[in-house]
C-alpha cells in the first residue's frame, strides 16, 4: 500500500522552485489553487519535507510537472531482466502480472478518456469546446450535508449579507474527500461543477497525478441506461465488458483488475436516471459495490434527488465557490476564452473589479455557483460591463436553471409539475417568492411552502381537488422544484430558501409587474414606493424601474415618497429652499441637481465627504463659484473646531487654510472683508501661549464675523445646527434621491 505522505528530493525541488517562479505566483495563491486555507503544506512542499500524498500530487498538478519526477522515492531493487522479457511475451491475468494489465490498460483507455473528459462544451456564446484544463478550478466540500442538520429559522439568519448560505460550515478540499474515501457520494445542486469534477479526477487519473495505479472509467448514468435497454443488461460488469472490448481488453483482465481494486469507476448523474429504472440501476450499483468493494466508487447525484443509502458509502456536498475561487475561474475563464493572454488577464481584472462594485452586489452573489458564475462572464465578455438592465441577466439565469441546463444535456425529467407549463411554474415560484419576501422572510419552513402552493393550485386550477389530494400535489411539486431547478434549496431540516436571494428578489419584482390590470398595478406601485428608504427593498425596486413598459408613474410615486420625508419640518424646507436659491444664483455648466447635490453635502451636517470627493476628482477643472466656496466651508468648520478644543497645530493648520488668493477668485468686497479678519489674527511670533489665549478669549467673536463676511459676500448659511433627528431625515432624503437616480440608469454624482 502506498504511504501517505510524500516529499521532493533535492532535485524536484529545484525543478518545482523554477516552475513556481515562472507562473509569477505567491505560495498563498498557490495553496488556494489546491483548496489549502494556508500556505503551510507550500512551504513544506518546497523545503523536501514530507506532505499529504493527495496534496504533494495536486501542487505538482498546478505546477505542471510530473509528481512522479518530482517525489523522493526510495531506491527499487534490481529488476530481472528475464522476468521483463517473459512477461512481454503474453498479458496473463495471474496474480504476478496485474500490475503489468493496469499498464496495458491504461495505455489503450487513455486516448478514450482524454477525448471523454478532457474538454468541456458552454452553451451560453462558444462554439468551440474548452479545454478542461484551462478553466477547471479546485472545488470544497461540505463534510456535513446541509438539508440534514438540525437548526431553526433563527440559526440561519444573517442579517450582516445577502447570502443566504452558511459561512461557517466545514469545507475541506473535494480532492482530500476523494482521497480519504472509497467509496464517495459526491451531492451537489445542478450547476455546482459535479461532472466537471468527476471529469478532471478521470483525467489526474490517466495522467498518474492521482490513484496511478488504477485505469479509470467515466459513465454518463443516462447513458449507461440507453446502453442497457438496447442490451438487455443492467449490470454495470456487462457495461465495463462491452466498453473495454472496445480497447482489446477481454473480460478475464477485466475481472482480474476489479479483484485487484484497480478501477476507478466514475457514476456521473444519479438523479438523471429515468424514474422507471431507479430501482434496477439502485440495485446493480450496490450489488457492484459489494462484490467489487476493493475499487473506488464515486457517484455524483443532485443533493434533493438522493433517495437511496448506499452501504458503505460517504456522503458529501459540494460548496459554493468562495471569493478565491471565483476570482481564479474568472482569471482562467477569460484567459481560455481570449485571443491572447494579455488581453484574457485584462477582461479578467476588469470583470472582478466591476464585481466589487457597491451596485453589483446581487450580481456578486450568484457567482458563487459555477454554472451561473460562467453565464455571468459570458455576458461581460461583449462589452465588459454588466447589462444597465439586471433582469436581463436574471432572467437568463432562470431560463438556464428552469429549461436549458437540463435541456443541453438532453435529460428528460419524469416530474413535470403535474402538466404545469413553464408560465405556470414561473407564476408560482414568484408566488413563493413575493409572499415570503413581504414578510421579510428569507428562510421558510415546509409547512409554509405548501401552504403557499397549494393556494396557488386553488386558485389556479379548473378543476376540485380535495384537501388530501391537494397535499400530496403540493408535496410532489415543492420536490420537482427542487430536485428539476435547484430555485429552492433545503438549508436544513424543514427549513428551505431560494438558492439566491437574487432571484427570490427578481421573482417578487415580476410577480407585481405581471398584475393583471392597471389598478392592481398602480395600487401595488405605490406600496412599493413607500418602501424607498428600506434596504430590503432596494434591488426589488431599481429591478421593476427597468421592467416596467413605461416607469413613468413608479417613478413619480417614488419621487413622491422622498418629498414627503422632509415635508413636515419647516427648517428642513427652508434648507432646500436655500440650496435651490444658491444654485440659481449660479451660472455653471453643470446640471442644476448636480449643483444641489454638491451644496446640499457641504452643507448637510458639516460632513464634506460628497465635496471632497468632488474636489479631489475635479480639482482642476472645477467651477470658481464650487472651488471657493468648498474652500471657505472647509475654513470655516476649522473655525470652529478651534472654539471647542483649541491646540497649537490647528491653529497653524487653519492660519494655512485661510491662504487662498493663490488659486481662488474673490469679489473685491469679500478680498477686503477676509484680509480685515486675517489682520485680526494673532502673529503666530508671539508664541504658543499667547495664541492658545487669543482663541479663548476673542475666538467666537471672531468665528462670528467670517460667519457674517460668508453669508453677506457668498449668500452662504452656515448656521442650520440640526438636530440628530433632522440629520437622519437629511441623510435618508439624499441617499433616496441618489438611489432615484440608479433606478433611473443615472450614474450618481458621487
Known amino acids: 500500500m502506498a504511504k501517505r505522505s510524500l516529499k521532493a528530493s533535492p532535485s524536484g525541488i529545484d525543478k518545482a522552485k523554477k516552475a513556481f517562479e515562472r507562473t509569477g505566483w505567491t505560495q498563498e495563491y498557490l495553496a488556494a489553487e ?42 527499487l531493487p534490481p529488476r530481472d531482466d528475464s522476468l521483463q522479457q517473459q512477461s512481454t511475451v503474453s498479458i496473463a491475468t495471474t496474480a504476478p502480472d496485474w500490475d503489468l494489465l493496469v499498464t496495458q490498460a491504461r495505455s489503450q483507455l487513455r486516448g478514450q478518456i482524454e477525448a471523454q473528459c478532457g474538454t468541456i462544451q458552454s452553451f451560453f456564446e462558444f462554439a468551440q469546446p474548452l479545454a478542461l484544463d484551462n478553466i477547471y478550478t479546485s472545488q470544497n466540500v461540505l463534510t456535513r450535508l446541509s438539508n440534514q442538520r438540525w437548526l431553526e429559522i433563527s440559526d440561519l439568519q444573517n442579517s450582516r449579507q445577502r447570502s443566504l448560505a452558511n459561512p461557517n460550515i466545514e469545507t475541506i478540499p473535494a480532492i482530500e474527500a476523494v482521497t480519504n474515501h472509497h467509496k464517495l457520494m459526491l451531492l451537489g445542486k445542478p450547476g455546482s461543477g459535479k461532472t466537471t469534477f468527476l471529469q478532471h479526477l478521470a483525467l489526474q487519473c490517466i495522467r498518474g497525478n492521482f490513484k496511478a495505479d488504477c485505469i479509470p472509467v467515466f459513465i454518463f448514468l443516462r447513458t449507461f441506461v440507453v446502453q442497457a435497454q438496447e442490451c438487455q443488461d443492467f449490470s454495470l460488469l456487462g457495461y465495463l465488458e462491452r466498453f473495454c472490448h472496445n480497447y482489446n481488453l477481454s473480460l478475464e483482465q477485466i475481472t482480474t483488475l476489479l479483484q485487484q481494486g484497480k478501477v476507478l469507476i466514475l457514476l456521473d448523474g444519479l438523479d438523471e436516471i429515468p424514474q422507471e429504472y431507479e430501482q434496477e440501476i439502485f440495485q446493480q450499483i450496490h450489488k457492484f459495490s459489494q462484490l467489487y468493494y476493493q475499487n473506488s466508487l464515486i457517484i455524483t447525484c443532485r443533493l434533493a434527488a438522493q433517495q437511496y443509502r448506499f452501504h458503505g458509502f460517504t456522503y458529501v456536498e459540494l460548496a459554493d465557490f468562495n471569493p478565491t475561487q471565483v476570482e481564479i475561474f474568472a482569471q482562467r475563464w477569460f484567459n481560455a476564452t481570449a485571443q491572447d493572454a494579455q488581453t484574457g488577464k485584462t477582461k479578467a481584472e476588469k470583470f472582478l473589479e466591476q464585481l466589487q462594485d457597491k451596485n453589483n452586489q446581487a450580481i456578486r452573489e450568484l ?64 408566488q413563493i417568492a413575493a409572499v415570503n ?55 436544513a431540516r424543514g427549513i428551505y430558501s431560494f438558492s439566491h436571494l437574487t432571484f427570490q428578489e427578481y421573482l417578487t419584482a415580476r410577480k407585481i409587474v405581471s398584475s393583471p390590470n392597471a389598478e392592481e398595478l398602480h395600487h401595488s406601485l405605490q406600496q412599493l414606493a413607500s418602501q424607498i428608504t428600506n434596504p430590503q427593498w432596494r434591488e426589488v425596486i431599481i429591478l421593476i424601474a427597468s421592467m416596467l413598459p413605461n416607469a413613468d408613474y413608479f417613478m413619480q410615486q417614488l419621487q413622491n415618497q422622498v418629498n414627503s420625508l422632509l415635508e413636515q419640518d419647516n427648517q428642513l424646507q427652508e434648507f432646500l429652499q436655500f440650496i435651490n436659491q444658491k444654485t440659481q444664483t449660479l451660472s455653471l455648466p453643470y446640471k442644476p441637481a448636480a449643483v444641489r447635490a454638491f451644496y446640499f453635502s457641504l452643507f448637510h451636517n458639516r460632513d464634506l465627504n460628497l465635496a471632497i470627493a468632488i474636489d479631489s476628482r475635479l480639482a482642476k477643472v472645477l ?83 467670517f460667519r457674517r463676511a460668508i453669508d453677506k459676500y457668498r449668500y452662504f448659511n452656515v448656521s442650520w445646527n440640526f438636530n440628530s433627528e433632522q440629520q437622519e431625515l437629511l441623510n435618508k432624503y439624499y441617499l433616496s434621491n441618489q438611489f432615484l437616480l440608479q433606478c433611473l440608469g443615472i450614474e450618481p454624482l458621487c
Not at 454 to 480: H, K, N, Q, V, W
Open 623 to 705: 467651477p470658481k463659484d464650487l472651488a471657493l466656496d468648498l474652500a471657505l466651508e472647509r475654513a470655516f468648520d476649522m473655525a470652529l473646531s478651534l472654539l471647542n478644543n483649541p491646540d497649537i497645530k490647528q491653529i497653524l493648520n487653519f492660519s494655512f487654510a485661510l491662504e487662498f488668493e493663490s488659486n481662488l477668485v474673490f469679489s473685491p468686497d469679500l478680498k477686503q472683508a477676509l484680509d480685515t479678519l486675517k489682520q485680526e489674527l494673532p502673529d503666530p511670533a508671539q508664541g504658543k501661549e499667547h495664541l492658545l489665549t487669543w482663541w479663548s478669549t476673542n475666538g467666537d467673536d471672531w468665528v462670528n464675523k
Open 34 to 75: 489546491v483548496g489549502l486555507s494556508t500556505r503551510q503544506s507550500v512551504w513544506k512542499f518546497f523545503k523536501g519535507k514530507p506532505i499529504e500524498r493527495y496534496i504533494f500530487i495536486d501542487l505538482c498538478f498546478q505546477l505542471s510537472l510530473d509528481w512522479q519526477d518530482i517525489a523522493d522515492f526510495p531506491p
Open 367 to 430: 457567482v458563487t455557483t459555477p454554472i451561473l458564475l460562467n453565464l455571468i462572464c459570458s455576458v461581460f465578455q461583449e462589452r465588459l460591463s454588466f447589462p444597465d438592465k439586471r433582469a436581463r441577466l436574471y432572467q437568463e439565469g432562470l431560463d438556464i436553471l428552469l429549461v436549458r441546463w437540463d435541456r443541453s444535456r438532453g435529460i428528460e425529467r419524469d416530474l413535470a409539475y403535474y402538466n404545469l407549463t413553464l408560465a405556470d411554474k414561473i407564476k408560482l415560484l414568484s
Open 437 to 491: 419576501f413581504e414578510q421579510g422572510n428569507y428562510f421558510f419552513e415546509t409547512e409554509q411552502l405548501l401552504q403557499t402552493i397549494a393556494d396557488y393550485l386553488a386558485t389556479s386550477s379548473d378543476f376540485y381537488r380535495d384537501p388530501e389530494t391537494l397535499r400530496l400535489d403540493s408535496e410532489a411539486i415543492l420536490r420537482a422544484i427542487e430536485v428539476q431547478h435547484g430555485l429552492l434549496i433545503e438549508r
